[in-house]
Every structure is written in C-alpha cells, then in structure tokens.
C-alpha cells in the first residue's frame, strides 16, 4: 500500500515558508481527450505497490488515474508514465487552504511542481464536501489557482471539486435539474465557467437503483434498456447513467454556467453486499460504460470523460454498508476480477486511448 500524504497542509506551508510566488518549471503537460480511466483507492491491506499499479494500468490501457490524495509514492510511479492524474485535496485539508494563500502555494510546490514529469490533469478539492465544510470549498479553489497561475500552469492543470446528485434539488426529469437554493453550488457553478474548468460529478445509477427497485428498472441502470418511455422534452432516456449526467448539465445551465463540462469523476457498480451487488452486474455496468462512453448524453453527444470506481476491492474503507468494500476492478495479485475490455469498441484502436 502507497504511503498517504499526512503532513497538515497549514505546517507544510510553514515548513517551505510563505510562498508569495512560485517560480515556473518545465513540466510535461496533460494532451488529449481521456475518456475511460480508473479511479485508485488504497484502503485496503497488501495491495501492491504504486509502481505495480501504474504498470497495471498501462497493461490494460488505462491512460487516466484518480487519487483522493497527493501521495507521493504514486506521484513517483507515474512520473513519465504517460498516464494523467486527477489529484484529490482531502476534505480536511480543504479548510487550511481556504484561509492561507500560502497553503495553496505550498501543496502545488509540494505535490505538483516536485513532480515535472507527471501529466497532472485536474485537481478534486474536496470530494462529496457536505455541512459547514462547503463554505471552504470555493476559497480553496480560487487559491490553488492563483498558486497554478504563479507557477504558469493555470492553462494545463484545471482546479474543480467532486460533488454526488445530493447538490441538486430536483433530479428528474433531467431538464428540471438545478442547484440547492441555499447550496454554494451556483457560485461554484460560475467560477468554474470563468476558469474554463469541468464539473467533477461522481454517478452512481445503482444507489439510485437500490433506493427505488421499485420505480426503476435494473436494465436501466445497467444499460441494458433497448426501449425507452423515459422522455424529456425532445430527449429519449435509454439509461439512468445519461439521465443522472443531464440533470448536471441542467443544474448548470440554470446556475448561468452552460459552457461547464461535466466530467464522471467516479461511476461503478459494486459486485458483493447486497441482492444486486454481485460480479456479473459490476462487470455488465463496467463494460457498457465503457462501451457508452464516446457517444455521450442525449443532452450533450460527444465523448464523456469518466472514471470507474475503483482498482481494488478496499477492506478498510469506512462505510454505511458492505457495498462500498466491494467495488474493485482488479483482484491483488493484479488479476481481472472479471473479464474486461478497458476501450471501447466504438474508439479507433490506431489513435491514443481516449481521443475520439
């Protein structure tokens, strides 16, 4: 197991100084569209190493990695690896970035200019943030930026947060999505817009699945509907993963934040705990969205960026219920917990992974 990042943010800042600047290096930059990646969590025991599991990752083509931590063991292993990062400030750290400037400085001195070679794609401040701590959230954001913008990197390295469906207020139909009246969202919302970076949404069809078995179909949310009586508008719904994606894309437009992508930073269906948890369901979701990845939404065509949730099955993990130990792709001798192609047919093999 990779060793965390658990150095405070506020006394790394006091360590490396008050960094009023930071001097721009050479760093390799992230290029293209990356569709399918996967997101690594290290909650478990004996998982292999970091550099195990970015050569994982390049053995079955996943060009894309999410950490919920700037851990430097894994940031070692993907320097020069081709594979872009998404990098996670952890919920408590989003706090002492808010409020020093000099926190923010000193985490991208620390985390992503010591590290030259890593193609570091967007940074997740915070992730499903929820009470009092989404009044940081925001603050933050602005001051990662204004240390990227410091190092020259504002253009390469895009600054967002990862938030669940919970932020919106009406989920369905999927036009009438729009953000919690008294939520921090609509700000969120339009600093995104201003810094041309994505919104960070993690889907889950099979929680909104298990909540309503009666109400929704699992082919549904597996995509494996073929007819449709799901209709919005002009939009025919085949599957609840566009539905769910839409209703973002609609939160944003009714927040004045039209031009914001959506990015699927975490989607999965887990494979144990529950009557529809089990391995032939995970790897049925897995595989179609993989497959539907590159045609995109009926409200946005094109390719969707997304990450499946996760590498290993991680026992450690903190949770409400036995599901969320059981989401892992891979087994810990690296081996395919089932059978799984990672690009979709529908992409051109000739070109790099993820690039339509």
Not at 153 to 161: N, Y
Not at 183 to 192: D, F, K, P
Not at 196 to 204: C, H, R
Not at 309 to 322: P, Q, V
Request: glycine share 8%; hydrophobic share 40%.
């Amino acid at each position: 197991m990779a060793k965390q990042a658990v150095v405070p943010v506020v006394a790394l800042a006091l360590l490396l100084g008050a960094l009023a600047t930071i001097p721009a290096v050479p760093r390799t930059p992230s290029t293209g569209v990356r569709s399918i990646g996967v997101c690594y969590g290290m909650n478990g025991d004996d998982l292999p190493s970091a550099s195990d599991v970015v050569q994982l990752y390049k053995d079955n083509g996943i060009d894309s990695m999410r950490i919920y931590s700037p851990d430097t063991d894994v940031l070692q292993a993907l320097s020069g690896s081709d594979i872009a990062v998404t990098v996670g400030v952890p919920n408590a750290d989003v706090g002492a970035i808010a409020s020093h400037p000099s926190a923010a400085a000193a985490w991208v001195q620390t985390y992503v200019l010591a590290f030259p070679a890593v193609q570091f794609r967007y940074i997740a401040v915070g992730n499903e943030v929820v009470g009092a701590g989404t009044e940081s959230v925001l603050p933050a954001m602005r001051n990662l930026d204004r240390a990227l913008s410091a190092a020259g990197l504002a253009d390469d390295i895009k600054v967002s947060t990862a938030v669940t469906l919970d932020v919106v207020g009406t989920s369905f139909p999927p036009s009438a999505g729009s953000f919690l009246e008294e939520g921090y969202m609509t700000h969120v919302a339009q600093y995104l817009q201003s810094t041309g970076a994505p919104l960070l949404a993690n889907v889950y069809p099979y929680y909104s699945y298990v909540s309503n078995p009666g109400q929704i179909d699992i082919n549904y949310a597996l995509f494996n509907w073929r007819s449709s009586n799901v209709l919005d508008g002009n939009n025919t719904y085949l599957n609840l993963f566009d539905a769910m994606v839409d209703c973002f894309y609609s939160a944003l437009e009714n927040a004045g934040a039209g031009n914001v992508t959506v990015v699927v930073s975490e989607s999965g269906w887990p494979s144990a705990g529950s009557k529809a948890a089990n391995a032939s369901n995970s790897r049925t979701y897995s595989q179609n969205l993989i497959n539907h990845v590159a045609q995109g939404t009926p409200k946005r065509p094109g390719v969707i960026e997304a990450y499946i949730y996760a590498t290993f099955n991680e026992d450690h993990k903190l949770a409400d219920d036995e599901t969320r130990r059981h989401f892992g792709l891979f087994n810990k001798d690296r081996s395919l917990a089932y059978p799984i192609d990672f690009v979709s047919p529908k992409q051109d093999r000739s070109r790099p992974f993820g690039v339509p």
